[in-house]
């Protein structure tokens, strides 16, 4: 596999790094090159493909919120999570493209972990919203320097199933309780603070019609959500990868998704270079793969 940059297209600037603190989000048009995206396409598909580590958040909206077949739309939710454990496009991908540095400018971290990957594809006529949530609250961490990048591999407008984000939530110092991801529903054994009931015209919402090459970054601790994917034809492809700096701890939280080596530390134990989150950028190396 030929590897393409991680240099970024163009620096982060000191604007959009302000927006990340004040706001928790940041669009950051034309940053990244698209042979990444290129890259991916191949991968995202065969991971859609695979039951084995794709899960379809359409029938599981069935499931665990009593909605009924009906109600689906024509298209499906799917959703994996940890493919750069078992796929060389996706480790490259969240180990060295430029998404660790772009999320250390953002944070002024001096070192990057990788938390977790994943892929979130609405395919045309999915009636599910991504509901509303705070990553925070599913990851084992604890600290300011955590965020998710979402990528998208294709032209995503409100129609599309844009995310929206609670501009200003990250500051809220609460840890909210996770669900279900397509149903307000709590993850049974969660705690943490209930998810407000915020309206879809709240105006403290904020959505990015993004293309290609775009990458949108939020903070952790930022509410968000998603809504249906209403077109006929068009696709919303999107991977998102996590990362966290220094200043980080482990903090396990009863009830949230857990990875392999979350057995192995404990809750106030620092984040530390570790196969299962390894460090992938640090100020004095630049990409550490
Ligand atoms: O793509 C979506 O529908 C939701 C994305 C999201 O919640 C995330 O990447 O943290």
């Known amino acids: 596999m030929s590897?393409?940059?991680?240099?970024?297209?163009?620096?982060?600037?000191?604007?959009?790094?302000?927006a990340?603190?004040?706001?928790?989000?940041?669009h950051l048009p034309a940053i990244l090159p698209t042979d990444w995206l290129d890259l991916l396409v191949d991968p995202v598909e065969a991971t859609i493909a695979d039951p084995a580590v794709t899960t379809d958040m359409t029938a599981l909206r069935t499931a665990v919120a009593g909605v009924s077949p009906d109600s689906a739309g024509t298209g499906r939710f799917l959703s994996g999570v940890d493919h750069w454990l078992h796929d060389p496009v996706f480790a490259a991908?969240?180990?060295?493209?430029?998404l660790p540095a772009i999320a250390a400018a953002l944070m002024d971290a001096d070192r990057i972990h990788l938390y977790?990957?994943?892929?979130?594809?609405?395919?045309?006529g999915t009636a599910e919203v991504t509901a509303l949530h705070q990553d925070l609250g599913y990851f084992h961490l604890?600290?300011?320097?955590i965020c998710t990048t979402w990528v998208p591999l294709d032209p995503v407008t409100v129609e599309t199933g844009a995310v929206a984000y609670l501009r200003g939530s990250h500051r809220s110092g609460l840890v909210h309780r996770p669900n279900w991801f397509v149903s307000d529903e709590p993850l049974p054994g969660t705690a943490g603070t209930p998810v407000p009931a915020i309206a879809d015209d709240d105006p403290r919402l904020v959505r990015f019609a993004v293309q290609p090459g775009d990458v949108v970054v939020h903070h952790a601790a930022t509410l968000h959500g998603a809504g249906p994917n209403r077109s006929d034809t068009a696709r919303r492809r999107a991977v998102s990868v996590r990362y966290c700096g220094d200043g980080v701890r482990y903090e396990l939280r009863p009830g949230a998704p857990t990875k392999a080596?979350?057995?192995?530390?404990r809750s106030g134990d620092p984040v530390v270079d570790h196969p299962g989150c390894p460090l992938v950028w640090s100020r004095t190396l630049g990409s550490a793969r």
């Open 3 to 18: 590897v393409p940059t991680s240099d970024p297209l163009r620096p982060v600037t000191a604007d959009e790094v302000d």
């Open 142 to 145: 604890d600290g300011d320097r």
């Open 116 to 124: 977790e990957d994943s892929v979130l594809v609405k395919e045309p």
């Open 261 to 265: 080596h979350h057995h192995e530390v």
């Open 20 to 26: 990340f603190a004040r706001d928790g989000v940041v």
């Open 93 to 98: 991908f969240a180990t060295a493209s430029p």
